[in-house]
């Protein structure tokens, strides 16, 4: 399972991408509403989401230090 | 000779009135109607005469008793209705006054040498300094003068976590939250980030009185996104930067980063979040990374400093030179620049207890040491000018910073941040 970030165009309802991407069978963790960031799980490769709604998407990056 | 004559006013002049005056002082009183060339008033007065000067209403006499005197002010019986110590006049002599001049001159002289040789013989005068002696970081920001604490300013330090327990902040309310499962944010066995927290909010040391932290009255956040080995993830990152804001916190300090490539575009996550968290008007301040080897090799400012929304510190050392291990900004064609520089090498901070040592303090190098200076600094400007916004306050940081001589903007900049005297 991947963990993924996706920033929100401007204007989409959150509502609406969340039916969207739980019908795809896509868990999703948190939405951050002052941030307009969406993170959410899924198996699928990043190439098999719906990009309409979101700006980007980044995998999870577990390499940060001090 | 002193005269110890008195002028009485009287409310009449009645025969009766005389007499009483004369019979109550045990004085005879002679009219002024009688006084003439051959009889002057001071061969009159003495102990047992008075003169009244009958057209006045006023009389003089000699050695009086005072007590007397005042008591009749009060007696409603008594004629009396005045009475003074006769006063000393001179005559006005214009040569006499020159003659006071003159000497009054010979001693202002006389003053002026005596200072004159005073201040001669006193060594150069010295700069002030401060009471309190800093470290080589803050005499580099100019921390000495300040009148700004951070009072009231919120500083949140996104890091390993805190050790609460140190006698530098006894006292302190600190407040926080741990976004690193199984692991507290109130204690730190790691260190870096109660070594982060002190340079940003400390104040002196409990043993020797020396000055280490920048905003001493700010109010401390602790945000732990690291793991006690100093490992975090994005999601910890970003779960404590949206707490952060939605807590208003002014500044999250960032003494953390993960390795760019060279040519590598900037976070778009990352850069919508520093402009979401500039918009709700707090500043996110970042360490360029420690990946360089210098001169060698220069590595590219890291993630997330390498946002254009986020502050991108780099460290110089104590001979202001560049440290050699601080990233720069040599992805110039995808972003990723250095905004700002600070003190980052042999930085003293608080530091919790090693292995039953009883030290409280460690000399740490590195962008995260210099970032929390910024952090600092910032919230010193934010109490000095609390109507900026963050977008304001990142501006009058840069505006303010001294470039410093031979070092290139890729490497610090618009320079070393400094206080504002």
Same mark, same amino acid.
């Given at each position: 399972m991947n963990t993924y970030f996706a920033v929100l165009k401007g204007g989409v309802s959150f509502a609406k991408v969340s039916r969207t991407l739980k019908a795809s069978g896509i868990k999703i963790i948190n939405y951050y509403r002052k941030l307009g960031v969406v993170k959410f799980e899924t198996e699928?490769?990043?190439?098999?989401?719906?990009?309409?709604?979101?700006?980007s998407i980044e995998e999870e990056n577990n390499n940060f230090g001090i | 000779m002193k005269s110890n004559r008195y002028i009485v006013l009287l409310d009449n002049q009645h025969e009766s009135t005389i007499r009483s005056v004369e019979k109550e002082f045990a004085v005879s009183v002679t009219s002024s109607e009688l006084l003439s060339k051959d009889n002057r008033s001071f061969d009159i007065i003495d102990d047992s005469h008075a003169v009244l000067y009958k057209n006045l209403s006023m009389m003089v006499v000699d050695n009086v008793d005072e007590k007397q005197l005042s008591l009749s002010l009060t007696d409603k019986k008594s004629p009396i209705v005045y009475f003074e110590k006769e006063r000393d006049f001179y005559v006005a002599d214009e040569l006499s006054l020159i003659e006071e001049l003159k000497m009054d001159i010979d001693a202002l002289k006389n003053k002026i040498l005596e200072l004159e040789s005073t201040i001669r013989k006193k060594p150069a005068q010295q700069p002030s300094v401060s009471a309190t002696e800093l470290e080589w970081g803050l005499k580099a920001i100019g921390? &000495?003068?300040? +009148?700004?604490? &951070?009072? !009231?300013v919120n500083i949140c330090i996104l890091d390993t976590?805190?050790?609460?327990?140190?006698p530098d902040f006894a006292g302190r309310e600190i407040e926080g939250k741990s976004f690193i499962e199984g692991e507290d944010w109130d204690r730190d066995p790691n260190g870096h980030g109660t070594h982060c927290g002190g340079i940003a909010c400390g104040n002196v040391r409990?043993?020797? !009185?020396k000055r280490y932290g920048i905003a001493k009255d700010s109010n401390l956040k602790i945000g732990?996104? +690291?793991?006690?080995?100093g490992k975090g993830s994005t999601s910890s990152i970003v779960d404590a930067i949206d707490w952060a804001i939605t807590k208003q916190f002014r500044i999250i300090s960032l003494s953390l980063a993960a390795p760019a490539k060279l040519n590598e575009k900037p976070s778009v996550l990352f850069e919508t979040i520093g402009k979401k968290a500039l918009d709700n008007n707090s500043l996110l301040i970042a360490a360029a990374g420690n990946d360089s080897n210098r001169p060698a090799s220069l590595a590219p400012v890291s993630v997330p400093a390498n946002s254009l929304s986020i502050m991108a510190v780099a460290a110089i050392d104590k001979e202001m030179q560049i440290a050699r291990f601080s990233n720069a900004g040599i992805n110039a064609a995808t972003g990723g620049n250095i905004d700002i520089c600070a003190p980052g090498v042999n930085i003293l901070s608080a530091y919790p207890q090693k292995n039953g040592s009883s030290d409280n303090y460690e000399s740490l190098s590195g962008t995260s040491m210099a970032t929390p200076f910024v952090s600092g600094v910032a919230a010193l400007y934010m109490e000095q000018f609390p109507n900026l916004t963050a977008r304001e306050i990142w501006g009058l940081l840069e505006n303010n910073a001294k470039p410093i001589e031979k070092l290139k903007y890729r490497d610090i900049g618009k320079g070393l941040i400094q206080v504002i005297k």
């Open positions: 699928k490769s990043i190439s098999d989401i719906d990009f309409d709604f979101f700006i | 921390m &000495g003068d300040t +009148l700004f604490s &951070g009072k !009231g976590g805190f050790e609460i327990q140190h409990n043993d020797t !009185g732990k996104v +690291l793991s006690d080995k």
